[in-house]
């Protein structure tokens, strides 16, 4: 087992940068998308069922509580 310890934490190594690398191209296909602001307007268009940015000022995402 000693002998493969190398081996399998180079695979391992690779699986991470491989879903890194995926990970990387979708949220770069979502940028891209011509739908997406389509998309993000809905919750502005329905304001009986969602909220938008306007709807709460000043508020940032991740903020300090």
Not at 21 to 33: F, I, K, N, S, T
Not at 43 to 64: K, L, N, Q
Request: hydrophobic share 40%; with cysteine; glycine share 6%.
């Amino acid at each position: 087992m000693t002998a493969l310890q190398p081996e399998i934490t180079a695979l391992v190594a690779r699986q991470r940068e491989q879903r890194l690398a995926e990970g990387v191209a979708a949220e770069a296909r979502h940028q891209l998308d011509p739908a997406d602001a389509a998309f993000a307007a809905l919750a502005c268009d329905h304001p009986e069922t969602c909220s938008c940015d306007r709807d709460y000022p000043g508020w940032a995402p991740g903020g300090v509580r």
